[in-house]
Every structure is written in structure tokens, then in C-alpha cells.
């Protein structure tokens, strides 16, 4: 394990140099950064990829890499050291989890205004309401959509021990298979692959939206000293990305052909599905007028309080200072706008 | 190749009957999914799965370049460094001791938990994929080294001494070359290992490779796609062992003898 | 205490120091390296939570180990029996053998689930092969002399087996086992990592995504320590039963 302290230092060696020459590259019109996304390359980041390929970051002198995430990887950590500029993280829920545990990173944007989630239950099985959740199993993720679901179940009146709530993690198969009552789903992914198997007329969703549970999620963060010493940066960045987000949506082809070029082996009518429903989550709520990436501090307020009320966080957070729209108010609104 | 005495060269008799066992394999596995309606989400047909890779041949061979690059130099590295160790812990005792048993316990680790550090220390970067490839390999191979040259005869190495030959000499001409079969049983897992580091380091935020296309397909529940994957990882892993195998075949043949 | 063990631990005590005066020195935040003490105290804190996925995931790595070392062995023996069913077989299993664990885990959680048995399968292939090469070359080990000697004197080819083939090739088979405690457990925890309702890579994993790094270091501590632990033991029962080497 010795060796492992080499590495560190190695390692910070190769990690500064990431950062220090921007300052010198500045001079010659383009500054190098990366994004890290959330997630494996799918069209739930078409528009990044498209403001890539057709220069909209270069246009704004940066010159941006975009790497994908995975499991075991977080985001948050990874530009709160710097290892990466930019960041499309898990979600309100991740950036207080990250400002509870001190990591300087501040969300510069919201990409879901809408939580991207819903609860699927058979519709032919005896699950109509919220409350038939009593006595059931559910399977959830523990990053945040268990606290929801939680937060739901309280609100109709059902106590955690009226249900048998697990990790979900991989397959929705034993959901298809029968082996449990109720399943979660992003809109775009595991309810594409819930339609494909079983039929859309199949399923019966609850979203958290019906009992008043808001929950954005896909946002964009920058560490501490990016948004303090690169504000020009992080204004480029936003810019391109709008412009690639608006053409993605409005020519959708382009924005499929784009993320299928960076990942060829991609269910191509899954991809297209996924599109529609990511565009559906971007221009939702607050962000039909006030633009894409809009932070709406209201709804990320009661996020905050949920959250604070089911003891997923410990004490109440500085949402100013987590939540900076000063770099998206500087765009002009119809710039903004999808 | 010269001129062969023999009506059938022995490499081109070999080869046929590869070439023969490898389509028996496809027809039964082919046959078996038929003839049992095994269900494509256990097992899909073998002409599906390559249909799939002919659907896009690109990502394929460049995730499997991409893999066999790390690999080799996560191997190789491994590979140097597991013999230096080895060398250096059979000249200084006291070294051994004192980090033989921190590399045990580097051992015992998953490195998988360690990614994320990974990424931080090293990026996305090829090397970080290959610092785990060899990770996973350095180790068999200086303990076989030592056990290697640990099994040297004393008696020959004074001999040699005695002829005037130097700590250098009597490593580079008796133990090294003693211990190569011991050496070599090390390398051949080696090279399964550093395939399984190159893999798995893929999994963390990798745009090509086959760890790449293992993790999007599993999480897609792409099966077709999975077994794809798992067919060209297994021709890179046998191909890769096979080399080695045949290396070690040309340089100790003298193994047997001795 | 021997020397050389002395040494070993000096060797793990300077390391650990470095280790301390580093994070300390440089005040790494625990997200790039925790300090150990901090570990330590982060162990003992959570002792309860660790020791309970200690044993689920102990459980796991057991229960496939066993499979594995029972199938590894059986298969070899009967191979080493029918020389014509081995020669059919060999290539479909160092194919089977040539692909990692790690592609095969994506695949026994779609199959299995993301239960114990898909964890159990894991391990059992892992271990099963290990154990199935080292008891191939262990039988084949046997002299051919011998051999011939025993069957001159009228012995079977199950009673050679008893007597010979399997006697010779215990130090092989003992071996391949050892060396696949280590791993038997280190899959556990990858495929828990892919997918779980429990245990320490699933500890790992969630602690990840709630960006708890000490905690991360606490469950991989706990890890070696149990890897170390099984390996101590089969390698103690190993020198017990082939004292003879």
C-alpha cells in the first residue's frame, strides 16, 4: 500500500496541471475543461453532445471533453477536486448530500424540473391508490428516491413498517416477473424497458408530483473556486449548452445521431423514447418560461425541507450558497429559452 | 514458412481441428438454444449475438483494441516489476520482510471500491485502466519469481561463484533462467488478471472498451449485447493466454528436463 | 515472535504512519485519503453495521466457495477418469475460464437476481475454476510408473485414484484452494457492488453515492481483514491435513 502514497502524490501532480494551465491557455482563446456526466452515454445528454460536435463550446473558447459517469463514480467528488470542471450530477438530493459533507460545489443549473421517477404498479393487480401500497413490496433506489417514497407513503397515512421497501438495483425483471408489487422507474429508461416488456396499457404509475413532491434532479455544478474565478467560463458553458439542448430537442434526429456516433451498440428506439421524455422533464414547470438549466429556488426550497423533515439531512443548509443562478440570469431570457 | 517434408504440416493439421472444434461449438450452442426454447433472455442464439456485433463491427473492435492495450500494458508492467520485486526480495531478506507482507494485504483488496480514487489520481486516462491491470498482476508474479529463484540449487550458485562469477552473472545466467518455469506459471494467471483489471477499470466513466460495453448493455438489460461483449472478451483472454502459453513453451523448453 | 515476523509487522506499522502523517500533513479532505485513525474510529462506530454485512457477505463468499471447491475438485477427478470426455471438454472450459469474473457478474445478475444467489454463482465459478485447473494438473501429476506398478498389481482405476492419484495431487488442490480465498471474497464484493440488498459491497457502494469516503475505507479495512482472516485459516487446515510436504 505503499505504493499508494506515491500515487497521491503522483497523482496531485497530474491532478493540478488540469487546472493551472487554463489560466495560460486563456490568452491563446480556448480553455480546456471537461463535463462528467451522471451516467453512461445516452440522449439523456443528447444536447451536450450536440453542442459539442457542432462547436457551440469552441464558439465560447472552451474546449470541452465530455466524460461519461458509471456506477461507483460521483460526480460531486470528482469537480470538487478538481479532477473535472464541469458536472451533470444525481440531483438536488446529491448536491445537499455533497454541501452537508463540505465538498465546495455549487449548482450552477437544473436540468429535470420534474422528478424523473414515477412509482409503477400492475395495472391489473390490486394496487389502485397509494395506500394499497400497505402490505406490498416495493423496490426503490437508496440515493434519494427512497426518502421520496417515504415522504409519499407518510403523506397517505402508511407507516414504513406497512411495507417491505428494498434496494433496486440492475434488472426490473423480478418487477416483470412478479416477484414484487411495485417497482421505480425514471421515465426515460426503466419504464421504457417496463413498456417493451409488458405494455404500456400494463402499467399503473403514481408520480410524487400528485402528492405534491417536487424532486429536480440532473444538475450542474462547478466547484467553489470554478464559479468564483471562471465566471466568464462557466457562462460559456451554459450558453453552449443551451444552444445544444435547444437544436437537440427541436431536431431530435440530429440529437439521437449525435450520443449513437458516441455509443454505437444503443437501442436506438429506447434512445429516441428517452429524448422525448428528457425534453418533456427539461421544459417542465418553471423552465417553460424562465429557460432550460432554470433553478427554481422555490421548488429547491421545499426539496430542502422535505428532505430536512425525514432526516435525510441532519441540519438546514445554505441554499444560497448551493444554489447560484447568478450565471444563468446573465444569459439573456430568450437565449434561455428552449 | 520453409518447405515441409510432411504431405500435411503438423501447425496446418492443428488449426483445421481448432478451426473444426470452434464450429461444433457455435452448432451446438446454436442447436441447444433451439431445440430446449431457451428463453433469449438466458441465452440468445450464437448467430444473434454475432449479428449483433456485425450491426456495429466499429464499436466492437475498437472497444477490443482499446482492452488489449491496456491489458498489455498493465501486464507488462506487472509483469517487470513483479520479476525486479521478486530479484530485489531475494537479495534483500530484510526488504522481504518488511514488504512482503503490505503486498498480501494489497491483495486482499478490491480494487474496484478503489475507482473512484482512481479516476481522481490518474483521470480517464489509459494508464489509469493499465495501474489497475497491473495492480491485479504484479503480485503472482514476484512471489513466483522469489519461490523461483529461491529453488536454485545453492550448491550450483557456488559453483558459479567459484568460477568468478559475478552477483549479476550468477542471476542473468543460473537463477533467472532457473526460475522461468516458475516464473512463467505466474505470467500465464497474470494474463488472465490483467484482462479482469483492464475490465473493470473501464467501469469507471470510460467511453470505449469492453468494460464499457459489458456495463451498458447490462444495465440496458441488453443480453444480446452482454454476451457480445462476454464472446469478444473471451477471444481476447484466450488469444492472450494462448500467447503467453506459446512463449513459455519456446523459452523453457528446457523446463521438462531440468 | 520469529524475526521475519517482527519485521512484517514494523513493515505494516510504517506504513500505517506514513500513511497518518500524509493525510494529516497535507490535510487531505476525506474524499481524496482518509487518515487512519479516522478509519479506525469510523470502524468502531459502525461495528455493529459492519459486522453484520461482514457476515452477510462472509456468508456468501462460504456458501460459493464450497460450491466451487466441491464442483472444481469433482469435475477434475471425473475428467481425469474419462480421458475422451476431457479432451471434448477442455477447450469449452478454458473458454469458459477465459473470461473474467468481471463479465461474467453482469450477466449472473440479470440470470439470478440481485440476491445472494447471483453473489453465490459469482464466487462458485471463480473458486470452481481456480480449484478445477490446480486438481487437473495435481491428478495429472502422478507418475506413470507408479501407475503401471499398481496396475500390475490388479488396482482399478478407481482404487489408483483413491490411493495414488488423489494423495498426489492434495498439496496442488490445497494450494488452489488457498489462493482462492482471497478471491472468493473480492467477487463477493465486486458483484455486490454491481447489485445488492446487503453486505460490505453494497456498504461500499452506498457509501459512495452519499459520498461517505471513511466509510468506503472502513468496509474495504473490514474486507481484508475477513480475506486475511479465511485465508490464515484454510492455510492453517492446509498444513494440518498435507503435513506430509
Known amino acids: 500500500m505503499q505504493r499508494r502514497h506515491l500515487l497521491t502524490a503522483a497523482g496531485a501532480a497530474a491532478m493540478f496541471p488540469a487546472i493551472l494551465p487554463r489560466r495560460g491557455a486563456r490568452a491563446q482563446g480556448t480553455t480546456k475543461a471537461s463535463l462528467r456526466l451522471k451516467w453512461l452515454p445516452q440522449t439523456q445528454f443528447a444536447g451536450f453532445y450536440l453542442a459539442k460536435a457542432r462547436g457551440y463550446y469552441e464558439a465560447e473558447g472552451i474546449d470541452l471533453t465530455i466524460n461519461p459517469g458509471g456506477p461507483n463514480l460521483l460526480t460531486e467528488n470528482l469537480v470538487a477536486t478538481g479532477a473535472d470542471t464541469f458536472g451533470l450530477s444525481g440531483g438536488t438530493d446529491s448536491v445537499f448530500a455533497a454541501r452537508e459533507k463540505n465538498l465546495p460545489i455549487v449548482c450552477i443549473g437544473v436540468s429535470h424540473q420534474q422528478t424523473p421517477f414515477v412509482f409503477v404498479s400492475r395495472a391489473d393487480g390490486p394496487i389502485r391508490t397509494i395506500q394499497d401500497f400497505k402490505g406490498k413490496t416495493i423496490t426503490t433506489w437508496y440515493t434519494g428516491a427512497n426518502s421520496v417514497l417515504l415522504g409519499m407513503l407518510a403523506k397517505a397515512g402508511l407507516k414504513p413498517g406497512d411495507f417491505t421497501m428494498q434496494p433496486q438495483q440492475v434488472s426490473v425483471t423480478p418487477f416483470v416477473d412478479g416477484q414484487i408489487d411495485v417497482v421505480t422507474a425514471t421515465r426515460y429508461n426503466e419504464f421504457y424497458t417496463l413498456m417493451t416488456r409488458m405494455g404500456r396499457d400494463k402499467l399503473r404509475t403514481f408520480a410524487p408530483e400528485e402528492q405534491g413532491i417536487v424532486f429536480p434532479r440532473d444538475t450542474l455544478i462547478v466547484s467553489e473556486t470554478t464559479a468564483r474565478q471562471k465566471p466568464e467560463l462557466v457562462k460559456g458553458f451554459l450558453r453552449a449548452s443551451m444552444k445544444g439542448w435547444r437544436e437537440a430537442l427541436k431536431d431530435q434526429k440530429a440529437g439521437v445521431d449525435v450520443v449513437m456516433a458516441a455509443a454505437p451498440t444503443l437501442n436506438r428506439d429506447h434512445q429516441e423514447f428517452m429524448l422525448v421524455e428528457a425534453g418533456k422533464l427539461m421544459t417542465a414547470g418553471a423552465a417553460a418560461r424562465d429557460g432550460l438549466f432554470w433553478i427554481d429556488q422555490a421548488t429547491v426550497k421545499s426539496a430542502h425541507d422535505f428532505f430536512l423533515e425525514h432526516g435525510v439531512i441532519k441540519a438546514p443548509l445554505d441554499l444560497a450558497a448551493a444554489y447560484d443562478r447568478s450565471f444563468l440570469e446573465a444569459i439573456a431570457v430568450a437565449d434561455r429559452r428552449a | 514458412m520453409p518447405v515441409c517434408a510432411h504431405p500435411v504440416p503438423p501447425w496446418l493439421l492443428m488449426g483445421a481441428r481448432f478451426i473444426l472444434g470452434l464450429v461444433a461449438a457455435a452448432l451446438l450452442w446454436e442447436g441447444a438454444v ?225 | 515472535m520469529s524475526r521475519r515476523a517482527l519485521r512484517g509487522v514494523l513493515g505494516i506499522a510504517l506504513l500505517l504512519i506514513l500513511w497518518e502523517g500524509v493525510a494529516r500533513g497535507f490535510a487531505l479532505p476525506s474524499y481524496t485519503l482518509p487518515s487512519v485513525s479516522e478509519i479506525l474510529l469510523s470502524v468502531w462506530r459502525q461495528r455493529q453495521l459492519l459486522a453484520s454485512a461482514a457476515w452477510f457477505t462472509m456468508a456468501e463468499a462460504l456458501a460459493g466457495y464450497a460450491i466451487g471447491c466441491v464442483a472444481g475438485i469433482g469435475i477434475a477427478v471425473l475428467l481425469s477418469l474419462l480421458p475422451p470426455v476431457r479432451r471434448g471438454m477442455m477447450p469449452a472450459m478454458m473458454a469458459i475460464n477465459s473470461v473474467p469474473v468481471a463479465a461474467w457478474s453482469p450477466l449472473l445478475l440479470l440470470w439470478l437476481g440481485v440476491g445472494i444467489a447471483s453473489k453465490i454463482a459469482a464466487v462458485a465459478l471463480a473458486v470452481g475454476f481456480t480449484v478445477f485447473l490446480s486438481a487437473l494438473a495435481g491428478l495429472d501429476r502422478v507418475d506413470r510408473r507408479t501407475i503401471g506398478l499398481m496396475r500390475s498389481f490388479g488396482a482399478g482405476p478407481l482404487s489408483i485414484l483413491w490411493r495414488l492419484r488423489l494423495p498426489t495431487a492434495l498439496p496442488l488442490i490445497a494450494s488452489g484452494m488457498r489462493v482462492s480465498t482471497v478471491r472468493s471474497l473480492i467477487v463477493a464484493i465486486v458483484t455486490e457492488m454491481l447489485g445488492a440488498y446487503g453486505g460490505l459491497g453494497w456498504i461500499i457502494y452506498q457509501a459512495v453515492v452519499q459520498i461517505d469516503f471513511v466509510s468506503v475505507w472502513s468496509a474495504i479495512l473490514v474486507a481484508s481483514a475477513l480475506s486475511l482472516a479465511f485465508f490464515g485459516l484454510i492455510g492453517a487446515i492446509e498444513r494440518r491435513v498435507v503435513f506430509w510436504r
Open chain 2, 34 to 258: 433451439i431445440a430446449f426454447g431457451i428463453r433469449p433472455h438466458i441465452l440468445p442464439r450464437l448467430s444473434t449475438i454475432l449479428s449483433a456485433i456485425a450491426a456495429t463491427p466499429g464499436a466492437y473492435w475498437s472497444g477490443f483494441l482499446r482492452t488489449l492495450l491496456e491489458t498489455l500494458i498493465g501486464f507488462a508492467a506487472g509483469a517487470i516489476v513483479g520479476v525486479l520485486n521478486g530479484v530485489m526480495f531475494f537479495r534483500a531478506p530484510v526488504l522481504r520482510d518488511l514488504l512482503f507482507p503490505i503486498f498480501v494485504v494489497s491483495q486482499t483488496i478490491p480494487v474496484i471500491a478503489f475507482g473512484a480514487l482512481v479516476v481522481l489520481w490518474f483521470g480517464n486516462t489509459l494508464l489509469a485502466k493499465a495501474v489497475i491491470a497491473f495492480y491485479l498482476t504484479f503480485f503472482p508474479v514476484t512471489v513466483n519469481t522469489l519461490l523461483g529463484l529461491q529453488s536454485v540449487d545453492p550448491r550450483q550458485t557456488a559453483l558459479l561463484r567459484s568460477f568468478g562469477a559475478s552477483g549479476r552473472q550468477q542471476m542473468l545466467r543460473l537463477q533467472l533462467p532457473m526460475a522461468l518455469p516458475q516464473i512463467f506459471v505466474a505470467l500465464r494467471l497474470a494474463a488472465s488478471l490483467s484482462l479482469v483489471g483492464a475490465i473493470v477499470g473501464e467501469w469507471f466513466g470510460d467511453t470505449t472498451g469492453l468494460g464499457v460495453l459489458l456495463l451498458q448493455a447490462m444495465y440496458n438489460e441488453n443480453v444480446v449485447g452482454l454476451w457480445a461483449a462476454i464472446l469478444c472478451a473471451a477471444v481476447l483472454g484466450t488469444g492472450f493466454y494462448a500467447l503467453v502459453a506459446y512463449a513459455e513453451r519456446r523459452i523453457v523448453f528446457w523446463g521438462a528436463e531440468q
